[in-house]
């Protein structure tokens, strides 16, 4: 399963593994569909190894859910390749990007 959870109070891990494309969209959106806005999110990439562009899109509709410009997601263990395509994005400007 390349997309998995854990919440643990208000902290929600989100994990993806392998591929990240529109064929997660489901299970990622399920990963925080019921969560409120002020939770704290940690996207765990460091096993990802492919995203194109309709990730992108997932990832700003969680920032939207989480309450946009004052949403707290992390976007942690990127490899190169994916950092270097949320930096292209300028995602470093609407995430932390650790």
Same mark, same amino acid.
């Given at each position: 399963? =390349? ?16 591929? @990240?494309? @529109?064929? !997660?969209?489901?299970? @990622?959106? $399920? ?21 194109d562009s309709s990730a992108l899109g997932m990832l700003l ?10 949403? $707290? ?5 990127? =490899? =190169? !390749?994916?950092?270097?395509?949320? $930096?292209?994005?300028? @995602? ?7």
């Amino acid at each position: 399963m =390349p997309v998995t959870s854990k919440v643990d109070g208000d902290n929600v891990m989100i994990t993806i593994s392998g591929r @990240f494309n @529109f064929n !997660d969209h489901v299970q @990622f959106r $399920n990963a925080y569909k019921d969560m409120a806005a002020s939770a704290n999110y940690t996207m765990d990439m460091s096993n990802t190894e492919y995203m194109d562009s309709s990730a992108l899109g997932m990832l700003l509709l969680l920032r939207e859910h989480a309450g946009g410009d004052s949403s $707290n997601i992390v976007i942690a263990g990127s =490899p =190169p !390749d994916i950092k270097k395509i949320l $930096n292209i994005a300028n @995602f470093q400007k609407l995430f932390e990007l650790r």
